[in-house]
């Protein structure tokens, strides 16, 4: 079944606790993004990747980090996750750039 | 930088009535893409329906339609004979045509209810 998968689903983590949240995608799509959900504010883009190793800025990249080591993972790191961080958050991918995204089910993360 | 503007945070429908759900957006692109997307209580984000700002013709998938406006820059979803698995929030979305960016730009969202 094509999907794209994150872990975890939910996480509850302390302040300053480096945390990474896996995306995983079995369909070889060369384009993947991050995004984190907010009430009120809508889905915001924090980081994509148009290829292995090609990775940019999307609107809200500020303490976050990924990596495109393989075509398929696109991991999010949280080298010192805040407060403000707390969010819902979701992988998304894509088979070519101007396509629409295959969404993963979203991960709840809260930092407490 | 383009903006997505959903000016209706909450709607509501009766069930098997029609509802619009209204969306504008800001961009000084003539080549574009339009999405809206489907966010049920489960979470997951699925796709409705696209738009090609080079397609006049609207986009319809089903009992889901869009008017889209180019100079008005306004893309607004028509649900048909709405029924209550339609309950969810909806977001419209934005991506430019052209290498070089993968940027993906939502509105803040409208959430709609169906009322049986």
């Known amino acids: 079944e094509a999907q794209v998968t994150q872990n975890p689903r939910y996480l509850i983590t302390v302040t300053g606790k480096k945390l990474t949240v896996t995306c995983s995608q079995n369909m070889n799509h060369e384009y993947m993004s991050w995004y984190r959900q907010d009430p009120g504010l809508g889905l915001r883009q924090i980081y994509y990747s148009m290829n292995v190793e090609v990775t940019d800025k999307g609107d809200v990249p500020e303490g976050y980090k990924v990596s495109r080591k393989e075509k398929r993972n696109f991991p999010l790191i949280l080298e010192s996750p805040s407060p403000n961080q707390t969010s819902l958050y979701f992988c998304?991918?894509?088979?070519?750039?101007?396509?629409?995204?295959?969404f993963g089910q979203g991960t709840r993360l809260t930092v407490v | 930088a383009q903006t997505v503007t959903q000016s209706q945070p909450e709607m509501s429908v009766q069930e098997a009535e029609t509802v619009t759900l209204s969306c504008t957006y800001d961009t000084s692109e003539s080549d574009y893409y339009l999405f809206w997307y489907k966010q049920p209580p489960s979470r997951q984000m699925i796709l409705v329906i696209r738009q090609e700002a080079y397609k006049q013709q609207n986009a319809t998938e089903n009992r889901f339609s869009v008017n889209f406006q180019k100079a008005a820059k306004s893309f607004s979803l028509k649900i048909s004979d709405s029924q209550l698995g339609d309950a969810a929030m909806y977001f419209c979305?934005?991506?430019?045509?052209?290498?070089?960016?993968?940027?993906?730009?939502f509105g803040k969202g409208t959430k709609l209810s169906v009322i049986p």
């Open positions: 979305a934005y991506r430019r045509h052209g290498a070089g960016s993968y940027q993906l730009t």
């Open positions: 998304a991918s894509s088979p070519q750039i101007h396509t629409e995204a295959f």
